[in-house]
């Protein structure tokens, strides 16, 4: 079955240093892969996705992510962290045989993003 | 242009109540799909409809129901509701390349 893993609960950095937040995954066939942000109180918001092509994303609100066949990986970065990209972060894929299917996702556990000024 | 909406924003229930959800996607979207999200945990699949037509059905029992109406808006019904199903409950539309969520409901079930 199609998943994906968050390995850490939290990701703490400081304001103006890069941040990564881990996102591995499990996949058959070509990965469809996505990253979602939620701000407290708040639905899911879109930052970026992978289908095919170029191993690097790029996304919302300066986010990207970088694509890793050979470690089965989906790693969503930042050069430069903000205090307002504090919030809880989900990696997500289709279920199996519904790649082209958006409607239809298996979301990460979740990390929490806290950014110290 | 509105994203996806909601309604109501939040919820009390007692064990054994039924519950309605509402939700409005973005016009133009045909497709919409509910989450539920338990506290401390991602999202997880529980309905899909597409053109008034059930798509998908995550794993959930059949105390969950759901419709889709003429106008692609959209309901999740909850009956015999039990203390487990508090959560907050994610409607999202799809258009054709990625999901756009709206703010949810939180339920809480007492």
């Known amino acids: 079955a199609q998943s994906v893993a968050q390995p850490e609960d939290q990701v703490n950095v400081a304001e103006g240093n890069p941040l990564t937040v881990k996102c591995t995954y499990s996949?058959?066939?070509?990965?469809?892969l996505f990253w979602y942000v939620q701000y407290p109180n708040r639905g899911l918001q879109f930052l970026l996705k992978?289908?095919?092509?170029?191993?690097l994303v790029k996304g919302s609100y300066g986010f990207e992510a970088e694509f890793n066949k050979s470690q089965t990986s989906f790693h969503l970065k930042k050069p430069s962290a903000l205090v307002s990209d504090s919030a809880l972060y989900f990696c997500?894929?289709?279920?199996?045989?519904?790649?082209?299917?958006?409607?239809?996702?298996?979301f990460g556990q979740g990390t929490t993003l806290q950014v110290k000024p | 242009d509105a994203g996806v909406t909601q309604s109501p924003t939040h919820l009390i229930k007692t064990r054994g109540q039924h519950v309605t959800l509402r939700c409005s996607p973005i016009s133009g979207h045909k497709s919409v799909s509910w989450y539920q999200q338990v506290l401390g945990q991602g999202p997880q699949f529980i309905f899909q409809y597409y053109e008034k037509e059930e798509r998908g059905r995550g794993n959930f029992p059949d105390r969950f129901s759901a419709r889709q109406f003429p106008n692609y808006s959209s309901e999740l019904n909850v009956n015999a509701l039990l203390l487990g199903d508090s959560a907050l409950y994610l409607c999202?539309?799809?258009?054709?390349?990625?999901?756009?969520f709206g703010p949810g409901t939180r339920l809480t079930v007492t």
């Open positions: 996949v058959s066939g070509n990965p469809y």
């Open positions: 992978y289908i095919t092509g170029d191993n």
């Open positions: 997500a894929v289709p279920p199996r045989g519904h790649s082209g299917n958006t409607g239809k996702l298996i």
């Open positions: 999202a539309s799809s258009g054709a390349h990625e999901q756009y």
